[in-house]
T-cell receptor, first 114, second 113 residues
Framework: NAGVMQNPRHLVRRRGQEARLRCSPM?????VYWYRQLPEEGLKFMVY????????ESGMPKERFSAEFPKEGPSILRIQQVVRGDSAAYFC????????????FGEGSRLTVL | GENVEQHPSTLSVQEGDSAVIKCTYS??????FPWYKQELGKRPQLIID?????GEKKDQRIAVTLNKTAKHFSLHITETQPEDSAVYFC????????????FGKGTKLTVNP
């Protein structure tokens, strides 16, 4: 049973370009979470999705950031017009359901904005 | 929403000593408290968790204690080894529908040989 798969593992973008990060949850998991981790800092919640639904996007910046989890295919975190401050590790996690359970993290996507 | 405070931010111990990391949370309805270990450049991994119906849980050298009245929980690592060196995060869930995990800022543990 493959774990949470994220790609790309490393992504370099120039300011103003777009970044797309993909996440395939563990088999059987229908809940996906995106967290951002700045160097030497903790995990900041961004968005929580279920298939075709955004449940909680309270941690997402209001502009330039969007997320989706379509009926078919991986969840995607999209960052438009990237700026240097977007450089971070973006971790995806999945869980099988509600009521407070373990999150299984992917290896992360490390975005560097030049 | 939930607010999780974690202390200390850094901790250095000698091999064989014990290490204790403490967290407080704000939402009295929280009922699940996990601890994650993150090695440098790696993903966070669950090492132990506790639910609010128990006060303590052990797994070999690792234990977690929970005080619901005071709203704090602690990670205890005994007989520390160099491979325990990592960043440790506590977390607690928000309530009210979203149930996302809110993480503490992490504790960088260094075990000196």
């Amino acid at each position: 049973n493959a774990g949470v798969m994220q790609n790309p593992r490393h992504l370099v973008r120039r300011r103003g370009q777009e970044a797309r990060l993909r996440c395939s949850p563990m088999k059987g998991h229908s809940h996906v979470y995106w967290y951002r981790q700045l160097p030497e800092e903790g995990l900041k919640f961004m968005v929580y999705l279920q298939k075709e639904n955004i449940i909680d996007e309270s941690g997402m910046p209001k502009e330039r950031f969007s997320a989706e989890f379509p009926k078919e295919g991986p969840s995607i975190l999209r960052i438009q017009q990237v700026v240097r401050g977007d450089s971070a590790a973006y971790f995806c996690a999945s869980s099988p359901g509600r009521h407070g359970g373990e999150l299984f993290f992917g290896e992360g996507s490390r975005l560097t904005v030049l | 929403g939930e607010n999780v405070e974690q202390h200390p931010s850094t901790l250095s111990v000698q091999e064989g000593d014990s290490a204790v990391i403490k967290c407080t949370y704000s939402d009295s309805a929280s009922n699940y408290f996990p601890w994650y270990k993150q090695e440098l450049g790696k993903r966070p991994q669950l090492i132990i968790d506790i639910r609010s119906n128990v006060g303590e849980k052990k797994d070999q050298r690792i234990a977690v204690t929970l005080n619901k009245t005071a709203k704090h929980f602690s990670l205890h690592i005994t007989e520390t080894q160099p491979e325990d060196s990592a960043v440790y995060f506590c977390a607690a869930p928000t309530q009210g529908g979203s149930e996302k995990l809110v993480f503490g800022k992490g504790t960088k543990l260094t075990v000196n040989p």
